[in-house]
């Protein structure tokens, strides 16, 4: 099946796109790249929420009006993904009348978490315990996602929850079709950075702890601000984002070697920094155990 694929962008230069094309003819794929420049001043001023985001990713929202008119159905990817498997399953979804297909965040399973939607339940009638969908891997169906105005829907969500946004527009579209997405199977987005917490979540029926914990994964996607770039050195599944890396050619053997030195300068860098916040937390927290604990050898004495 022939593939066009729209890479949204504000900032690419002429050579990141050869660099692109290039890796792309060496996969042997070789899909159809259709550039796509978008308004650098579009959504500019709207605050992200979270850090290791940045504004780009509310071109996704403007997906409707930049993408050509005979596009009809589409599959949206985030840049920090891996697919591993044929997408043909995925695209052949019904979407039984919703305008996406997606699949459940691993990070805020829940609407009403203080992180995700907690801040605007009440105001909109959203259940608290209505699950939230991660928004990097989408089946969008184009044509109602423009009749609808769910762009217009989500501009005017951020604009009133400007201040209490937490997840830039998947806090929007979470909110504006909440009763208009389809549950999708984990493997098309196997969120790496709180996969195995997401295992033990309370918000789980059995059923779906158990599909989980049987899931084989399509795409790997590599949510938070741990990347495969500077994390995860013993990780098999950053392990095979790095042999995909090679693969395409990129940096050439010899810059290709230098990029893992330079990744695994990162991960350690990474690593010790998080061993450091961990370590203060935990020197934060003592003081108050010990006094609990203090407290109840005084009451057994």
């Known amino acids: 099946m022939p ?6 962008n504000t900032d690419l230069s002429a050579s990141s796109k050869s660099h692109i094309e290039l890796a792309c003819k060496n996969s042997g794929k ?3 790249i259709v550039w796509v420049d978008a308004d650098r001043d579009y959504m500019r001023d709207q605050p992200v929420g979270l850090q290791h985001l940045s504004q780009a990713t509310y071109l996704r929202l403007a997906m409707g009006r930049m993408l050509p008119a005979d596009i009809t159905r589409a599959i949206y990817l985030d840049s920090d993904v891996l697919v591993v498997k044929d997408l043909l399953p995925l695209w052949e979804t019904k979407l039984d009348g919703n305008v996406v297909g997606a699949v459940r965040d691993f990070m805020t399973p829940l609407a009403g978490q203080h992180n995700a939607l907690g801040y605007c339940v009440a105001e909109t009638g959203i259940s608290p315990s209505h699950p939230m969908f991660n928004a990097g891997i989408l089946l969008i169906d184009v044509e109602a996602y423009r009749a609808q105005g769910v762009e217009a829907e989500c501009v005017a969500f ?10 830039a527009d998947q806090d929007a579209l979470n909110a504006v079709l909440h009763d208009r997405w389809k549950l999708l199977d984990f493997q098309w987005n196997v969120q790496m950075g709180s996969w195995h917490s997401f295992k033990k979540s309370p918000a789980l029926s059995e059923e779906e702890r158990k599909s989980l914990r049987e899931t084989d994964p399509a795409i790997l996607h590599f949510s938070g601000s741990g990347k495969p770039w500077n994390s995860g050195l013993r990780s098999p599944h950053c392990q095979t984002y790095v042999q995909s890396v090679n693969e395409t050619g990129w940096y050439g053997q010899a810059g290709f070697r230098y990029w893992q030195a330079k990744r695994m300068a990162a991960c350690v860098r990474t690593a010790a920094m998080n061993r450091f916040a961990a370590f203060k937390s935990n020197r934060k927290k003592r003081p108050v155990a010990e006094t609990i604990s203090g407290q109840l050898a005084g009451k057994c004495n």
Do not use: E, M
Request: positive net charge; hydrophobic residues 40%; aromatic residues 10%.
């Open 3 to 8: 593939v066009r694929a729209f890479v949204l």
């Open 30 to 32: 070789n899909p159809t």
């Open 158 to 167: 951020l604009q009133r929850w400007r201040d209490d946004i937490q997840s």
